[in-house]
């Protein structure tokens, strides 16, 4: 060898043995250079704490086993061959079964083979795990005996395929990190010390080479905080962005405010105060409002963004609204018409059933002024919608919009005020890490009048029950909803599903109540006819697919029945009912459970046993996993390598607190000695530049 001869940058084609099929396997998982190689992070470790030996398996537990292949080949019985070898770790023996790739498995695995297998284990005459995950081992890595740590990394079929498995990938980081000098950190001996964090160098060799568990663990530590840092900065500079782009600031709240505010037939709950004067406060600054406002279903969010909306035509400005769906679209306008009408606003909807003339009416209105406020759908994104002076942008929901829409309508106005509205509860870490570039306000009360809802879990056998139940509330004059989910991959039968309920409700169980059905494949003018009919208690049972999912608010309604409440996420069933319990009757939602794991049990006793949005979503979170928390479509936004925004709290509140001090001291990151950092995080962002002031 011929000393420390690499760089990060060097290519992966400088260590000895990388040949062109590994050069490709490994482009494929993001890997060209020595720096990429030592960035791809064990996906776990195995050491003492982690193993479990043979003499202690359990039956239905998920366990790591390392041991030496004692005997190895196909067998066959009546139906197939399959390959089968039986591990002995000293204390006792595991059969590992592969029904599937016998052949392969035969080449790969040999008598004397030191493995180490992962998965659930079964008993059939013996223990064994069918189909475990396998990592082949040198005979002197024991961790067991030696407290060593060996890391096992993320293989793909083409990897294998070049003989890069675990082993092969932990044998070129080796001689990688043999070949490199100290790897440079950005972060100061000082910064450390204050963040307790190793060195940058350190982590990167024991991430992939810890000889004890303390040392992996400061490596772990050390690695995550770097990615919630830079994620954090990110935020901050995003949000120093937009503070230093000027706008007009709203400062007379003029008549329209008071006349609303006197003529409400509630009193705002203290919350809702504090939020409004958090955006009156914002708005009167010459910088760009940018506030996301979080509270509950039935919280009173709308109230507070009408009351914003007069601040702005009290200035002279006009205000969007954007609503995910045309029926949320359309329940904004009649509250906001409600309301504006009596201070003599003007506001109008646009939606992309809007009529041709209507249409050019309003947008002739919003480019001369003559309407004050527009509501709608994604409509108002459109090239030809021209506003006279848009001063305040209110987007309701807008996780469910793209970032581009959002930016789009924006985009209308110079450096528009900026209000976000969102009824589901996103746990603090989430926010933080999500938007962490906006200020944050919640509306953790709900009004005085309010009656929690009841939620009860039930199975078939209680829906007759259940069902006169519902007609005895009926009887009392009200109305009840029954939800049928809509999985899109199986749209179609689940449609069919309703429908066939639908049916059978009708004709089978409530044959002297007027039954209804909504769903999504129908075309406006049906739902639009089926909703005020139930609005007008000409129906009294809605069955529906989740479109009533937002929107809808019939203060007769006390009964909501949830089927397949196991198939929704807890978030979206706690949406669901809020549709219940806005009026003064006590209110009950029904969860009808068909899936009978443990798991869905669990997380449905959740939904009994609170009505806190926050504590819900939180639950949500730790049980699904980001990715499923916000939907398939945002994740990729969410792809940390080590970091864990579930269970990183502290690492990442940390993170952001030193990332914003120091964008406070140095907003552009032209210290010299931020240089480091500055390199790293253009690094890191390179397709986030153009939302920040560092290019
Ligand atoms: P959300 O936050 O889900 O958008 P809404 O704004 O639709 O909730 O409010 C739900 C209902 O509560 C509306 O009928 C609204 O008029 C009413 N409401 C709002 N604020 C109060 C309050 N402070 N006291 C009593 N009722 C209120
Ligand atoms: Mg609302």
Redesign the pocket.
């Known amino acids: 060898m011929s000393g420390k001869t690499l760089s990060l940058s060097s290519s992966i084609q400088s260590i000895n043995g990388i040949g062109e099929n590994r050069v490709v396997a490994l482009a494929e998982v993001g890997i060209s250079t020595i720096g990429d190689l030592l960035d791809y992070f064990p996906r776990k470790h195995l050491d003492r704490t982690t193993l479990t030996s043979t003499s202690d398996l359990k039956k239905g537990t998920h366990a790591t086993i390392i041991g030496k292949v004692e005997v190895a080949g196909i067998r066959q019985n009546k139906r197939r061959k399959y390959f089968q070898a039986i591990l002995s770790d000293g204390k006792g023996m595991l059969t590992l079964t592969w029904f599937n790739g016998a052949s392969y498995m035969n080449k790969t695995i040999k008598v004397g083979d030191r493995l180490a297998v992962s998965g659930n284990i079964d008993f059939f005459n013996g223990y064994q795990i069918v189909h475990p995950e396998f990592d082949k081992l040198k005979d002197n890595e024991d961790p067991i005996n030696s407290g060593s740590v060996i890391p096992l990394y993320p293989i793909t079929t083409k990897l294998k395929k070049t003989g890069l498995d675990s082993r092969g990938i932990r044998r070129i980081i080796k001689s990688s990190l043999d070949s490199l000098n100290e790897i440079p950190d950005y972060f100061s001996g000082k910064f450390r010390t204050e963040h307790g964090l190793i060195t940058l160098d350190n982590a990167i060799r024991n991430i992939h080479f810890a000889d004890s568990q303390k040392n992996l663990n400061e490596a772990i530590y050390r690695l995550k905080f770097d990615e919630h840092f830079f994620l954090q900065m990110l935020m901050g500079l995003r949000k120093s962005a937009v503070k230093q782009t000027k706008t007009k600031a709203l400062k007379k709240t003029g008549p329209y405010l008071k006349i609303i505010m006197n003529s409400?037939?509630?009193?705002?709950?203290g919350s809702?105060q504090i939020v409004l004067n958090d955006i009156k406060s914002d708005m009167a600054k010459s910088v760009s409002m940018n506030r996301l406002l979080q509270?509950?279903?039935?919280?009173?969010?709308?109230?507070?963004?009408i009351l914003a909306s007069t601040i702005a035509k009290a200035n002279s400005c006009q205000v969007a609204i954007m609503a995910p769906t045309e029926i949320l679209a359309h329940?904004h306008y009649v509250?906001f018409k409600k309301y504006l009408d009596r201070a003599q606003i003007t506001c109008a909807i646009l939606v992309g059933g809007t009529s041709k003339r209507e249409r050019k009416s309003i947008l002739d209105g919003l480019s001369n002024g003559r309407i004050d406020i527009i509501i709608g759908t994604h409509s108002l994104i459109q090239k030809d919608v021209i506003f006279k002076s848009l001063g305040l942008v209110i987007v309701?929901e807008q996780h469910r919009f793209g970032v581009l829409q959002r930016g789009d309508l924006i985009s209308k106005g110079l450096n528009p005020h900026f209000l976000a509205?969102t009824?589901t509860p996103i746990p603090r870490t989430l926010a933080i890490t999500y938007h962490g570039d906006m200020d944050i306000s919640i509306?953790d009360e709900m009004?005085?009048?309010?009656i929690p809802t009841i939620t009860k879990v039930v199975d078939e056998k209680r829906l007759i029950k259940v069902y006169s139940f519902m007609k005895e509330e009926v009887d009392e004059g009200r109305q009840c909803m029954v939800i049928y989910p809509l999985v899109e991959e199986t749209e179609k039968s689940d449609l069919a599903a309703a429908v066939e309920m639908h049916s059978y409700l009708s004709k089978k169980i409530f044959n002297d109540i007027n039954v209804g059905l909504i769903h999504g494949r129908m075309k406006k003018d049906e739902k639009d006819s089926i909703m005020s009919a139930y609005e007008r208690n000409e129906i009294q049972i809605l069955v529906s697919t989740t479109v009533i999912e937002v929107g809808i608010?019939i203060?007769n309604a006390t009964v909501m029945m949830i089927e397949h409440a196991d198939r929704f996420g807890l978030t979206q069933l706690h949406q669901l009912r809020?549709r219940v319990g806005?009026g003064k009757q006590k209110s009950y939602c029904i969860l009808v459970r068909r899936n009978f794991t443990e798991n869905s049990k669990k997380r449905l006793r959740i939904m009994e046993s609170t009505n806190d949005g926050f504590l819900i979503s939180d639950e949500d979170l730790k049980l699904r996993g980001p990715g499923e928390f916000f939907g398939i479509r945002q994740s990729g936004f969410l792809k940390y390598k080590i970091a864990n925004m579930v269970t990183d709290g502290p690492i990442l509140r940390d993170a952001r607190k030193a990332a914003f001090n120091l964008i406070g001291d140095d907003p552009n990151l032209e210290n010299s000695e931020n240089t480091l950092i500055r390199t790293q995080f253009i690094k890191n962002y390179q397709d986030k530049l153009h939302e920040t002031n560092i290019s």
């Open positions: 409400l037939e509630f009193e705002l709950t809702q509270g509950d279903v039935g919280s009173g969010k709308t109230i507070v963004s329940q509250s309701d509205m009824a509306i009004p005085k009048d309010r608010d203060p809020g806005r």
